[in-house]
DNA sequence: CGAAGGCTTGATAGACCTCAAACACAGTGG
DNA sequence: CCACTGTGTTTGAGGTCTATCAAGCCTTCG
């Protein structure tokens, strides 16, 4: 039984942090002695929504986790996709009132910490304060790339930069090998993240298919030729603040 | 002589700041304290661009500023739009490096803060670092809500969503009075903050005008409609954040 | 008064959507 | 074990929203 599977919810927050920020192992220990509560989700279950009053953030353990609002004729529209090491709701911190809803889109395994714990180690370690209020500033750079993205490229193109990033951010955490990663979203989900319909969706894998830039095996995507899909999808990783950043 | 001429920067900044936060007396006086050196900026002038690493903040003392960032083609797409009172790149107080760029959109006048009297104030002041942090946080909320109205709401719903956060967000530093603001962009600059043609943004103002909802004298934008127009936008002014909310 | 930038208009084209149905596959139950 | 169901993927056809191209007009400003 590795350290993973002991501590795996402090492990895969401190990679995280660590994929973004330097800690000292002072701030290493602070996250440790957090107190979390890991609790499991199925599928498409919301984890906190619209108008809600969290006194907790959740960090996502395991699994695959998307934040969306719904516009006013009922279409969804995913905002972002979380992975193992992220906090989605960690602006739950300073502003109160929930603007949106985040749910699982997979099974997933969420470490509950509560706020009072949250604010008090930042209130302890400075540096611990900054990587955090760091995050959320990556989330924010990541949502500004998104506007960019629905608003301003072709589907095609549209659709490989989320590819490429989500590949980064998986391969940040050490959830990607060789190219390889789980995708756990559907085409229709795939579509709300992008301001597409799930046909256009389906068209558009196929062409990345047909041009030979990724493959799919069931849930897991291949990436089959990086420079390329990098091209196609305008990809710079500078958006991510990754500070050791394996790939690229 | 009033003491907005006196130290207008320091003002817009407390105003902003408890627009949507509480200060105390210390740290309204902390803000007082900071450093800022005033600059004037012309139009179409770039503050900060994608690579710097800015070692100053500047803060939006008149004028009008807007973040954008180019897409492979060539096409801009702005993703942000600062009014008086709002300081766009807080977020490079701990992104070293500039994901995007910052220019003026009508001739500003801007104050510029060091990074490290910003620090040392959160380090001193953990309720003034709270409020920063929430703001970059609201910034990130706005991000969001951008990502769904570009994403999901067609150009009239677009249009008039767009107008409502920026009346909201202006009389909340009192930059709107009888629905009556000063809009000095361009239907190109609209265009490129919604991802649509200026030929289409045209028309969709026409359309807006010719139903009743808003009417322009030159630069000044007047809502006829308040009601008809949040409805068209289906706006909920939830996700900026307000503490004093004025118009709702 | 000419130039430049912004606004407006018309016509055409294209990217993407919607509707509708077939297909594939995994899980369920009799 | 095999229909049965549900979810996700795929395909086809037609429609629409929005882009592009091109030009005229208006205002501002030197």
Known sequence: MD????????????????????????????????????????????????????????????????????????????MSFYTPGDIPDLQSLHLDVMDHNISTLVPSKLAFIPHAALHEATRRYPGLAAALWRDTLIDAAIFREWIVNVGRRPAYARMAHLLCELAVKLKAVGLMADWTFELPLTQTELGDAMGLSTVHVNRTVQELR???????????????????????????????????????
Chains 1, 2 share one sequence.
Not at 37 to 52: N, Q, S
Not at 234 to 242: G, I, K, Q, R, V
Request: hydrophobic fraction near 35%; charged fraction near 35%; aromatic fraction near 8%.
């Open 210 to 248: 047909a041009h030979g830039l990724i493959r799919s095996e069931g849930r897991t995507l291949i990436i089959e030729d990086w420079g390329a899909l990098k091209k196609a999808g305008e990809f710079d990783p500078t958006y991510l603040h990754l500070t050791n950043r394996r790939a690229a």
């Open 3 to 78: 350290e993973t599977s002991l501590h795996q919810e402090r492990n895969r927050l401190i990679r995280k942090l660590e994929s973004i920020a330097d800690l000292s192992d002072e701030e290493r220990r602070a996250i440790f002695g957090l107190p979390m509560t890991v609790r499991t989700f199925a599928t498409d279950k919301d984890i906190v929504r619209e108008g809600d009053r969290p006194s907790e953030c959740f960090l996502v353990v395991e699994g695959f986790a998307g934040s969306y609002k719904h516009s006013g004729d009922g279409k969804r529209q995913f």
